[in-house]
């Protein structure tokens, strides 16, 4: 007789037990549903589990401290351009200077001229990953602002509402509309964020 026969004669039998393989998740639902445990038992809060998401993207975008940074931003991007822009027409005058007259100019004359636009080059490229780093550092200061911000208005509102979780639009793969609290989130961020300009 071979062992899988006699294995399955002896579980006829009673004499030998089936090996349990069954998930750990079987065994929760198994007890919630008869061990006479409710769902929401399970939860902290008790009450039954509720959850809402925040299209996290739209209400930074669309938040009146975003566009007021954004603005702000702009216009010290705009004062640093002409600073380049002033510098670029320098090098461009001086480049100038090399083509057309650089050939009636002595060696050491022409030596200095060249020497001074590439000095010049060099100062402008500094000068403009130095405006870069410096819109890019303050840009970051805003973007961390305004995302604690709205992190302590989702807060809130969840607190409020009694919500389980809250969670990112783009980590939901299905939601309700009636789940969506974005707009109640900007109005309150706006709020919020109001006494910053």
């Not at 925040?54 to 669309?62: C, E, I, K, L, T």
């Not at 009694?162 to 989130?185: C, E, R």
Request: with cysteine.
């Amino acid at each position: 007789m071979s062992e899988t026969t006699s294995l399955a004669n002896a579980r006829r039998a009673g004499s030998v037990r089936p090996s349990l393989s069954v998930p750990a998740w079987c065994l929760v639902v198994a007890l919630l549903l008869f061990g006479g445990w409710r769902a929401d038992d399970v939860w902290a809060g008790g009450g039954t589990p509720t959850f809402a998401y925040v299209d996290v993207p739209r209400v930074m975008a669309a938040s009146t401290a975003a566009q007021k940074a954004r603005d702000m931003l702009k216009k010290k991007l705009a004062v640093k351009q002409q600073e380049v822009d002033a510098m670029e027409a320098e090098i461009k005058e001086l480049k100038n200077k090399l083509e057309q007259g650089g050939n009636m100019l002595n060696r050491d004359a022409r030596a200095d001229l060249e020497n001074n636009t590439r000095r010049k080059f060099r100062e402008y490229q500094r000068l403009v990953e130095d405006n870069q780093a410096a819109i890019d550092r303050e840009n970051g200061v805003w973007t961390k602002k305004i995302t604690e911000a709205l992190r302590e208005v989702i807060e809130e509102i969840g607190r409020e509402r009694g919500y389980t979780a809250v969670f990112g639009k783009g980590q939901v793969l299905f939601a309700n509309n009636a789940i969506d609290i974005s707009d109640q989130v900007l109005k309150q961020l706006n709020e919020h964020t109001k006494k910053w300009f």
